[in-house]
Structure formats: C-alpha cells, structure tokens
C-alpha cells in the first residue's frame, strides 16, 4: 500500500524555500512513499526530485488563471501562468496529463466560478482535491467532497506542504499504480487520513516570499 501525500511545494515555489533533500528526509521518517510537486507555475522541482527521490513522484503543477488555480498531474513540462481555466486544461491534456481542482471551495484560493459553472466545469475534471490541510473551514472540504460525489470523481488530499514538518499530515492510503489510470483505480479505493495545519504554517510562506521578493 502506498501512503501518499498528493500537494507538496518545494523552493521552486515563490513561497516555499523547502529543499529537495529535506522532502525525502521528512517523507523518509513519515513512511510517506509517494507524494506530487505541485509547485506554483512550474514542474522545475519536481521533474529533479522524480530523478533523485527513492519513492514515487508525481510531477504536477497549480497553474494560476484569472478565475483561480487549476492543477496538472502527470505533467512533462510547464503549463504557463495567467491563461484562461480553458485553456490551461488544454494544454494539460496536451501533454497526457490529468486535470486536478486544488481547494476548490475555499474563500481564498478557491475558484471564482459559480455554481453552474462548476457543474460544468466537472465535465472537464478528472480529480477534486477534497481535502487540504491548509484550508482551514471544515465547510470547504464537505463541498469539495460533495462535489466529487455528484459528479462522481475521485478525490485526493494532501498537506499543502510549503515546509518540510507540513509533509504527511495529510496523506491517503492507497493501492499501488503504475500510469495515470491506475492511479484513478487506485484513489478510488483511498482512505484519506486528514488533520490540519496550525494557520501559523501560513508564516512560513509569506516568510519565505518576502526573503524571494529581495
């Protein structure tokens, strides 16, 4: 079985400095042996910790479009920042990868589309991110897993991990996959462990943006 920790960020991130060394230390001591990178608009990071980690790496990427983020998994190369939701799922198909909805209901970083354009929206979705520690109302995780199950998607979960000691409270437990549609066999067979992060991981973020910005 695998435990899996499917939101991670790296120092490849504008608000993360995590090194790639210290995600495989901390995942090595949480029994975390698959985890996806999604930075914020690249797949740098994590292509370079796909050729160094000794456990499964998900390249993905949370590209960011006027209406909010959109996530890639299963990604070859950068999907660009600020083209429209439409257009970022084309270009994540393109390269045979899997589109994600990362918190799609939280009020901040969630997506600003109603609720029919949600619904529609689904028709163009293979995964919803029903669970982030770092959203912290319980209320968007109960839309978000409402929403999985009227459009009859599978649902991941992570950590959201800008910091090392964020990797792993978050994980789902899951069947082993080899390609894209196991994985999606395999998440719908997932137990999600889930426990929040303290709103203080939040510091470590803007911290880490303010030292990039100089």
């Known amino acids: 079985m695998l435990k899996a920790d499917f939101h991670i960020h790296t120092l490849y991130s504008m608000d ?3 090194k790639l060394e210290d995600i495989i230390e901390r995942c090595t001591e949480s029994g975390i042996n698959c985890i996806a990178i999604a930075d914020h608009g690249t797949v740098e990071g994590a292509l370079k910790l796909q050729e160094i980690a000794p456990f499964k790496v998900i390249v993905a990427e949370e590209v960011l479009t006027p209406k909010g983020e959109i996530m890639g998994m299963f990604l070859k190369e950068t999907v660009p920042s600020g083209i429209s939701i439409e257009e970022a799922i084309s270009r994540i198909r393109d390269q045979g990868g899997l589109v994600n909805l990362p918190h799609p209901f939280d009020p901040l970083r969630g997506l600003a589309l109603n ?3 949600m619904d529609k929206l689904a028709r163009q979705i293979d995964i919803v991110e029903v669970f982030n520690a770092r959203c912290p109302l319980s209320g968007t995780s109960d839309k978000a897993l409402a929403y999985a199950a009227k459009h ?14 964020e990797i792993g409270r978050t994980y789902v437990e899951m069947p082993e996959f ?3 549609k196991e994985f999606i066999k395999a ?6 462990s889930q426990h929040k992060a303290s ?10 943006k303010i030292k990039k910005s100089f």
Do not use: M, Y
């Not at 009859?152 to 000691?165: E, N, Q, W, Y």
């Not at 998440?187 to 999600?192: F, N």
């Open 16 to 18: 993360s400095d995590t």
């Open 115 to 117: 609720g029919d354009e």
């Open 152 to 165: 009859k998607l599978p649902g991941t979960a992570g950590s959201d991990a800008h910091s090392p000691g």
């Open 178 to 180: 080899d390609d894209k």
């Open 187 to 192: 998440l719908r067979k997932g137990k999600i």
């Open 199 to 208: 709103i203080l991981v939040h510091l470590n973020s803007t911290w880490a």
